[in-house]
T-cell receptor, first 115, second 112 residues
Framework: SAVISQKPSRDICQRGTSLTIQCQVD?????MFWYRQQPGQSLTLIAT?????????ESGFVIDKFPISRPNLTFSTLTVSNMSPEDSSIYLC????????????FGPGTRLTVT | QKEVEQDPGPLSVPEGAIVSLNCTYS??????FMWYRQYSRKGPELLMY??SSGNKEDGRFTAQVDKSSKYISLFIRDSQPSDSATYLC????????????WGAGTKLIIKP
């Protein structure tokens, strides 16, 4: 399985600012996913990021709020823009679709607190 | 009705007990079934991955899929305090663009 790292691991930000979260994989992967997880809750998919194409966003998430880059097969970023306290959450990236397999492997997450 | 139902618990059992965790689902197109373990302040870790119906065993863990009943289970034998975590089921259908549908997660507590 791929080894996935995320930066930063945690941050405390002021409302109205933006934070960019980086996701690095140790091997080339087809698909990368960005999730949000509220404390004690399950995972909510924000978007799917494929290299060379625009990210596909799920209902309730828009590109202006959560712009995503996928410049190559090992790296992606998620930006949380114009943050409010409601954006306080854990943000997770995962990789999947390798070898036409459906399992996903996750990074350690970024814990974001907006004050 | 959610596509995947999972009792959030918490489920508390004594050390050494057999644990049964379950999910039900409504979409008969689901063919790929996964169980993840998530420790507090960590990312989910893939435990078991099964395709279609049947059983799969890995050490103390057994995953079962019953597609006729739309029901999947994860059994943990000889449970240990280190098994205390949240367990999430996830599933996917062919042609779903590899997206997973998640259960709510069950918080499991193993008492020493």
């Amino acid at each position: 399985s791929a080894v996935i790292s995320q930066k930063p691991s945690r941050d405390i930000c002021q409302r109205g600012t933006s934070l960019t979260i980086q996701c690095q994989v140790d091997s080339q992967v087809t698909m990368m996913f960005w999730y949000r997880q509220q404390p004690g809750q399950s995972l909510t998919l924000i978007a799917t990021a494929n290299q060379g194409s625009e990210a596909t966003y799920e209902s309730g998430f828009v590109i202006d709020k959560f712009p995503i880059s996928r410049p190559n097969l090992t790296f992606s970023t998620l930006t949380v823009s114009n943050m409010s306290p409601e954006d306080s959450s854990i943000y997770l990236c995962s990789v999947g679709g390798t070898g036409f397999s459906y399992e996903q492997y996750f990074g350690p997450g970024t814990r974001l607190t907006v004050t | 009705q959610k596509e995947v139902e999972q009792d959030p618990g918490p489920l508390s059992v004594p050390e050494g007990a057999i644990v049964s965790l379950n999910c039900t689902y409504s979409n008969s197109a689901f063919q790929y079934f996964m169980w993840y373990r998530q420790y507090s302040r960590k990312g989910p870790e893939l435990l078991m991955y099964t395709y279609s119906s049947g059983n799969k065993e890995d050490g103390r863990f057994t995953a079962q899929v019953d597609k006729s009943s739309k029901y999947i289970s994860l059994f943990i034998r000889d449970s240990q305090p280190s098994d205390s975590a949240t367990y999430l089921c996830a599933m996917s259908a062919l042609d779903s663009n590899y997206q997973l549908i998640w259960g709510a997660g069950t918080k499991l507590i193993i008492k020493p």
